[in-house]
Each structure stands twice: as C-alpha cells, then as structure tokens.
C-alpha cells in the first residue's frame, strides 16, 4: 500500500484481493475520504430539511408539471396533472432527461441511456467474510462499468450493464449477473432478491448541460448529468439559486461548455452513441 495524496491509497493486486475478495483486478485506488449514500434517504432528508428551515416554501407531491406556456401574460403558465394552472415568474426545468417535454430543442443536449441494478439474497455468513472486508463500494475502470457494494441487510448490490435504444430485459439480467459471477465466482447460485432499471441521460463530452434558455433570466435548465447526478445536480441547484438571487458567476462558467455532436438530428446522436456502447463494450471483452 502506498499513500498518494491526502486519504487516497494505492493498492497492488495482491492487497486489493484481500481487501475486496476477487482476483479480477489488478489493483485498486482507495478513497478513504469517500462514502456511498442511500440517494432516496438522502431526497427525503433534504426534503425534511426543506420543511424545517425555509420559509414560505411548501412541497406539493404527486403534482407532476404535464405542459408548460412560458411568458404569458400572467408569467409563465404551468399545468399541473392536466388539469390544474399555476403562475410563475421563473422555472428551474430539472426533469433530466425529461426536459425536453417542455422545451424541445434540449434534446439535442443529451442522449438517453438506460441503467440497471440488481440486488442478491443476504449473503451467508461463511461467504461473506471472504469478500468487500471493509463494506467499501466499489467501481471498476471499465468503458461500461461495473459498481457494487453491500446494504446493510448483506446483499450484494450491483449495476452495470448500460443500454442505448431498445433492449431484452431477461438478457441485460443474465448479463449483470454473468459479471458479478465473474467477479465473485462464490456467488455461484445465489438467488436474484431484486432487479430494477431506470432512465439517464448522458453527453458525448460527458459533462452536463446547465444554463438558461437562450440566455433567458427566467427559464433555467441542467440535464445529461452523466452518471454524476447525485453531485453535480445539488451543485446545479445551488447555481440556479444564486442566479436567480443575481449572482450569475458560476452558472455562466458552465455555460460555457457546449453540448458535441456531430449532427443535431436525434436519431443519428441516439444511433451513434449505441455504435459507440457496442464498440466499447466488445473493447472491454477483449480488454479482460
């Protein structure tokens, strides 16, 4: 083991297999200032700090925003459910990859992916011990990777397997499950607990797409987070309020990076970006 910087430590093959349990890798770079968070917790919480601390601020659930006018007469108009009309003077769009049902040109900013995580049965105690000896979550430096750590009830949480466009769910599922095999061949036979996916968004520079409509003071925008959601949305967030307090600094920052593509036509960047999934994901097979 070697230090390298301020509570990140460098590991050879035979250090990481004792601390991770596989011999896949060959060799593994440790955050000790790092840590894994439950982000459905961490929205609740963040809600109820809402509620304890801000002033005039009420949150209305189930109120899905179904189509929005801007710049009417009375501000921009929000329908909510289909059927009910709020007025604002100013609208964050922080649907993701779901922006671009109110403002259409944003979807030239991102490409849809899907991503997808399994949970195993709790693990035995005679197996457990012999794998993630520190409970770290883990990712690898693949082109698709892998991620994984254990919940507090000891299954074995794992995701990987991205998908562009279409796809077989039962062979994204025997996919995910060949790998975390491949990773922790003691797994063998463990039943599958639960299996679930869900929708992203991702740029080919890989960074997100924040700003304003059209350099529009009122109309906000943060989408194609990238795998980076969890971070870089609250930091969006905390942008967006600055600027619409006045402070326009950082936001301007980011909106200098520009969404790259070769053509602005969805159905070439969605068939470009599967090309360029496959691709990797065969570069990757080779790779190991």
């Keep these: 083991m070697r230090n390298i910087g ?9 250090e990481a297999q004792k601390i991770l ?5 060959h060799g593994m ?26 002033r005039n601020v009420t949150i209305h659930e189930n109120s899905a925003a179904t189509a929005i006018n801007f710049h009417t007469p009375k501000g921009h108009e929000i329908i909510v459910n289909n059927q009910n009309t709020i007025y604002a003077k100013k ?12 403002v259409s040109r944003l979807n030239n900013n991102w490409i849809p992916i899907s991503t997808f995580m399994l949970s195993t049965q709790p693990i035995s105690p005679h197996i457990l011990k012999s794998m993630l000896t520190n409970r ?3 990712f690898d430096t693949r082109n698709v990777m892998n991620y994984f ?3 507090e009830t000891n299954c074995l949480l794992f995701g990987g397997g991205d998908a562009i466009g279409q796809f077989k769910i039962d062979s994204i599922k025997q996919l995910l499950y060949n790998d975390m095999i491949k990773i922790y061949p003691q797994l063998i036979g463990i039943k599958i607990q639960n299996f679930w996916h869900g929708k992203d968004s991702f740029t080919v520079n890989l960074a997100p797409t924040i700003g304003r ?15 980076q959601g969890l971070a870089l949305s609250n930091l969006t967030g905390k942008m967006f309020a600055d600027s619409i307090n006045g402070n326009h600094h950082n936001l301007k920052l980011f909106e200098m990076i520009k969404p790259f593509y070769l053509l602005k ?24």
């Design 6 to 14: 301020n509570n990140i430590q460098l590991y050879n093959a035979n």
């Design 265 to 288: 036509a969805k159905w070439f960047q969605n068939l470009s970006a599967k090309l360029g999934m496959e691709y990797f994901k065969i570069l990757d097979t080779l790779e190991n």
């Design 91 to 102: 609208i964050v769009l922080a649907a993701n990859y779901g922006n671009g049902e109110f």
């Design 29 to 54: 770079l440790y955050d000790k200032g790092g840590a894994h968070m439950n982000p459905l917790n961490y929205s609740i919480g963040i809600g109820q700090a809402i509620k304890t601390d801000a």
């Design 149 to 151: 750590r254990l919940s």
């Design 21 to 25: 349990g596989t011999k896949v890798f």
């Design 213 to 227: 409509v059209e350099g529009d003071d009122t109309i906000y925008h943060g989408e194609g987070y990238s795998g």
């Design 136 to 138: 770290t979550a883990v």
